[in-house]
């Protein structure tokens, strides 16, 4: 927002609706890469979620192979 009031202060081209525009314009996009980073975020933990689930069957035994909770490798 800095930038825009230097430029308007410079006698730059463009009038205040045009800053205004810029703005709504700059902070839209601010918006929806924090709504996607949400999203992102959601899809990251439910993946977690999943594999932490089917990896609690799996047992690291003292000869360093990993089997099932059964004994099976």
């Known amino acids: 927002m800095y930038n825009l009031i230097t430029a308007k202060e410079s006698q730059q081209n463009g009038s205040s609706v045009n800053a205004m525009q810029i ?10 890469g924090l709504i996607d980073r949400a999203v992102k975020t959601a899809r ?6 999943c ?16 089997r099932y909770s059964d004994g099976s490798v």
């Open 44 to 49: 990251i933990g439910y993946l977690q979620r």
């Open 23 to 32: 703005s709504c314009l700059l902070g839209q996009q601010e918006l929806e």
């Open 51 to 66: 594999l932490m689930k089917h990896f609690e069957c799996l047992v690291v035994n003292y000869d360093l192979t990993v």
